[in-house]
């Protein structure tokens, strides 16, 4: 059973353009989270999914920052008009339908956005 | 709101050391906790969880309870291996609320 995947792994984008960061999944999960980690920080939640719904985009910026997870194919957390301060570790994370003994989340290997 | 402080890092310990690395929380419910290591250039792994209070999680030698009276849980392990090298977070969630609230995470190096 193959882990959460992203990609790219790494993604270099100048100020002013749109960086798009994908991730599918472990098999059988329909729930998707996004986090941030900003250097020698902790992550911080930004967004959970479930196909095709945004459930919880509470900590999603207001501006330029946007997520979905269609019903075929990858989630998607895009950036609009990047500055230097979205340069990050971002995470994507997933669990199964069902929880048991408590919320337990698979992170993939991260997508690390360096705004030039 | 729901919190969690993790000890200053970095630690820096020799190879059988004894470890602990202290974990707090605060919430409004009654959370599960968690502890996940992140190896360089990788994502997060779940190394072990508790969800109620009393219970013990263990995984590779690395063991934590969750102490409800203290509001805590404290990552420990007996002798540390150069491999234990990494950077540990502690975690909670709250029942429904589907989403992690991390600590800031310590830098973790052990030296042969």
């Known amino acids: 059973n193959a882990g959460v995947m992203q990609n790219p792994r790494h993604l270099v984008r100048r100020r002013g353009q749109e960086a798009r960061l994908r991730c599918s999944p472990m098999k059988g999960h329909s729930h998707v989270y996004w986090y941030r980690q900003l250097p020698e920080e902790g992550l911080k939640f930004m967004v959970y999914?479930?196909?095709?719904?945004?459930?919880?985009e509470s900590g999603m910026p207001k501006e330029r920052f946007s997520a979905e997870f269609p019903k075929e194919g990858p989630s998607i957390l895009r950036i609009q008009q990047v500055v230097r301060g979205d340069s990050a570790a971002y995470f994507c994370?997933?669990?199964?339908?069902?929880?048991?003994?408590?919320?337990?989340?698979?992170f993939g290997p991260g997508t690390r956005l360096t705004v030039t | 709101g729901d919190s969690v402080t993790q000890m200053e890092g970095p630690v820096t310990l020799s190879e059988e050391a004894f470890l602990t690395i202290n974990c707090t929380y605060t919430a409004t419910g009654y959370p599960s906790l968690f502890w996940y290591v992140q190896y360089p250039g990788e994502g997060l792994q779940l190394l072990l969880k508790?969800?109620?209070?009393?219970d013990k999680g263990s995984n590779k030698g690395f063991e934590a309870t969750y102490r409800k009276e203290t509001t805590s849980f404290h990552l420990e392990k007996g002798s540390v291996q150069v491999s234990d090298s990494a950077v540990y977070f502690c975690?909670?969630?709250?029942?429904?609320?589907?989403?992690?609230?991390f600590g800031q995470g310590t830098r973790l190096t052990i030296n042969p």
């Open positions: 999914l479930q196909k095709e719904n945004i459930i919880d």
């Open positions: 994370a997933s669990s199964p339908t069902e929880h048991h003994g408590g919320l337990e989340m698979y």
């Open positions: 508790a969800t109620k209070a009393d």
């Open positions: 975690a909670l969630s709250i029942q429904g609320a589907q989403k992690l609230v």
